[in-house]
């Protein structure tokens, strides 16, 4: 049997409450698929800039000394 048709036969036992608790369900899955969808801010390199221009380390430093351990 194919899970759509399992779904169905499930569907077909179940009570009204239970159809109620899966619709909400549904609804909260759908929610957060469309909320995953919406695309992220694109911040400007201007502004990165300006963010990291107050840090006092070299970054590239930092993340070269990191990798260095994994060779």
Do not use: F, G
Not at 20 to 39: H, V
């Amino acid at each position: 049997m194919k899970l759509k048709e399992r779904i169905c036969n499930s569907l077909n036992t179940m009570n009204v409450d239970e159809l109620k608790l899966l619709y909400e369900q549904i609804r909260l899955l759908e929610s957060i698929k469309s909320a995953s969808r919406k695309t992220r801010e694109k911040i400007p390199i201007e502004k990165i800039h300006a963010m990291t221009a107050s840090s006092k380390s070299l970054w590239s430093k930092s993340v070269i000394e990191e990798r260095e351990d994994r060779i």
